[in-house]
């Protein structure tokens, strides 16, 4: 059974930093590229950033510069790192695992998890 189980989210003033953890099970971690996608009430799923099985990363544009993904494949788990918090990011954030290379393309991950909130207070 697959499980990609996300934590770390909660209330942040605008300015603060959250780190989430996306702890996966089920699946050969090392095979699979990882993404952090966002949903904000009213609005899209969106992509935040995506990680190769090789560890090279892509962000969307709203969070370059201060979010950063990484990946500990002796763990089974990602991170997103995320700085200089702004309104704007308040979401639920949601993991999601695809098998072989990287895709910006939501449709094609194989995996997502329950994901976690995170609110951040002007």
């Known amino acids: 059974q697959v499980q990609l189980v996300e934590s770390g989210g909660g209330l942040v003033q605008a300015g603060g930093s959250l780190r989430l953890s996306c702890a996966a099970s089920g699946i050969i971690f090392s095979s699979n590229a990882m993404a952090w996608y966002r949903q904000a009430p009213g609005k899209q799923r969106e992509l935040v950033a995506v990680i190769a099985r090789t560890g090279s990363t892509n962000y969307a544009d709203s969070v370059k510069g201060r979010f950063t993904m990484s990946r500990d494949n002796a763990k089974n788990t990602v991170y997103l790192q995320m700085n200089s918090l702004k309104p704007e990011d308040t979401a639920v954030y949601y993991c999601?695992?695809?098998?072989?290379?990287?895709?910006?393309?939501?449709?094609?991950?194989?995996?997502w998890g329950q994901g976690t909130q995170v609110t951040v207070s002007s």
């Open positions: 999601a695992a695809v098998w072989g290379m990287a895709t910006m393309k939501s449709n094609l991950y194989d995996y």
